[in-house]
């Protein structure tokens, strides 16, 4: 039997909004790892059975909601202009993302002075080229792709399903409700899934946290908190001024809305594996229809990196101020060019920036070992890209919703949330 204040307790915790549970669990996360240093890694169990339980959504989730919001819009014309608007915003965005981060390090000097020695056995990444982009879109073998995780191959697949599907009319309305209620129950298991949230970002940041020495981040100090602050300014100035002026909503309740999603983005550092908790802010905390949410998410975990693109701007030119290259006007442009094309083929999962990092490094002559000089404390900056990512999926998510006609503004503007 369960005591009475067992049962007080409970409720006082269900009464507790998620997000402040979410918020609570880093900053409790923090707090252990400053005490135990090392000793906190006992908890990194739990936050890799939250990360397992929110990537065992990924595929279903992405999936279902896809093939279901595909059928329910029935309009082939309207999915063209939302695949359209979706690309442009991704690309707009990323430009000014790249464009902050190098300002933000022309200015504040990051490299100026340091001296540090490095040696690695860093390889050059190859970008992968457009035609390879394309052909690789379209799946050889549908399961293949599923069981791979491989997200645009799943895209591409779940918009023909959808599509066929709503052609054949009566006919597919036996699958299409089936889909319907696989995708209910998916939601439904995210929502369970998101209960270990506070406890699952508690183990993963209580790690982090007490694997870094101050002796690794101080020298450190005024990179990362470069890199900080342009992620902060992007997602202030760029994402809340569109919201503003394209799309007339009030930036403070996207603010809100995303909160759940920055958090677990910050403690995982994957974009892909937050997106189960994207896909729910975006519709129950932004009143994105399932439809506009199911495709430009999954596209932007894949595709849409403005975080990545920011720090590949401010570290490469933290390096090239470190090592004491003058970079020309030319070089800027080839960062501007080589960081987008590389941010897009980034991979939403920790660490894949640094690779792609040799890609820019390699653009503009500067020597690849440099890139072991941020390696050794990269998790804390792929923490703060990894929010911008998911940020910037949800602002574009959001505007291309509004345009459409797919936003519920009542609970986009409601203020409680989660
Ligand atoms: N970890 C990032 C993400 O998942 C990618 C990166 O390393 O830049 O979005």
């Not at 409720?11 to 409790?28: D, E, F, N």
């Not at 050889?140 to 799943?154: E, H, K, R, T």
């Not at 994957?270 to 997106?275: A, F, N, V, Y």
Request: hydrophobic share 55%; glycine share 12%; with cysteine.
């Amino acid at each position: 039997m369960t005591s009475p204040s067992t049962t007080a307790s409970t409720s006082v915790w269900r009464r507790i909004p998620l997000w402040q549970k979410i918020l609570a669990g880093l900053a409790l996360g923090i707090l252990a790892g400053a005490l135990m240093g090392e000793d906190a890694s006992v908890f990194k169990p739990i936050g890799d059975v939250f990360i397992s339980a929110i990537k065992m959504l990924i595929v279903p989730l992405v999936f279902s909601t896809l093939v279901v919001g595909i059928t329910a819009m029935r309009d082939p014309q309207k999915m063209g202009r939302i695949g359209v608007r979706t690309i442009g915003l991704y690309l707009i965005t990323t430009a000014f993302a790249i464009a902050i981060g190098l300002l933000a390090s022309l200015i504040f000097q990051p490299g100026v002075g340091l001296e540090m020695s490095f040696e690695s056995g860093v390889e050059a990444k190859e970008a992968p080229s457009l035609v390879e982009i394309l052909v690789g879109l379209v799946p050889q073998n549908p399961i293949d792709a599923l069981a791979n995780g491989n997200i645009l191959q799943i895209i591409v697949f779940a918009i023909g399903l959808g599509i066929s599907l709503t052609l054949i009319g009566d006919k597919g309305e036996p699958v299409v409700r089936v889909f319907e209620s696989f995708a209910e129950a998916m939601v439904k298991l995210t929502s369970f899934v998101m209960a270990l949230a506070p406890f699952g970002v508690f183990g993963l940041i209580a790690h982090v946290s007490g694997s870094y020495g101050l002796e690794v981040l101080l020298p450190l100090a005024k990179v990362i908190g470069v890199a900080y602050l342009a992620s902060v300014l992007h997602v202030l100035i760029v994402y809340s001024g569109l919201l503003a002026l394209l799309g007339k909503l009030n930036p403070v309740r996207y603010l809100q809305g995303i909160l759940d999603a920055l958090v677990v983005a910050y403690s995982s550092a994957s974009s892909s594996g937050t997106l189960p908790v994207s896909l729910r802010c975006a519709q129950k905390n932004l009143g994105v229809s399932e439809g506009v949410a199911g495709f430009v998410l999954p596209v932007g975990a894949t595709i849409n990196m403005d975080g990545t693109a920011i720090y590949q701007g401010v570290v490469a030119v933290f390096i090239a101020q470190m090592l004491g290259v003058e970079l020309s006007m030319m070089d800027y442009g080839m960062i501007i060019v080589t960081g987008t094309l590389a941010s897009i083929g980034t991979a939403g999962v920790p660490g894949a920036g640094l690779v792609m990092l040799s890609i820019v490094m390699a653009q503009i002559g500067l020597p690849l070992e440099a890139i072991a000089v941020i390696a050794g404390i990269d998790r804390i900056l792929d923490m703060a890209r990894t929010s911008v990512n998911v940020a910037g999926d949800l602002m574009v998510t959001t505007l291309v919703a509004k345009s459409e006609g797919e936003l519920d503004e009542g609970i986009y503007n409601a203020p409680g949330k989660s």
